[in-house]
């Protein structure tokens, strides 16, 4: 399976944000399932979902404080990357 993902660096952690549809965001059982097998492959680093909604406004899912910090990230500024998971 391939997606698209970031890896970057802010206070201190790094972390990936992934891109995933809005529908598994509004799973919990769903998204928590997809941030543990990317996690795994992203050698433990923490993981967040992003959805884009038709406007292209972004939603996070997953650890508080980086969801919360990606709200003050432009879309546009992330180093989107592809990766494969095995």
């Not at 941030?35 to 433990?44: P, R």
Request: proline share 5%; charged share 20%; hydrophobic share 45%.
């Amino acid at each position: 399976m391939q997606f698209e993902a970031a890896v970057m660096d802010a206070e201190g952690t790094t972390f990936a944000v992934v891109i995933v549809k809005r529908d598994v965001i509004s799973n919990s059982h769903e998204a928590n399932s997809i941030i543990a097998a990317i996690e795994k492959v992203l050698e433990g680093k923490p993981v967040v979902l992003m959805a884009q909604d038709s406007e292209g406004a972004p939603t996070y899912y997953g650890r508080d404080d980086i969801a919360g910090f990606m709200t003050t990230v432009p879309v546009d500024s992330i180093p989107w990357q592809k990766f494969s998971l095995h």
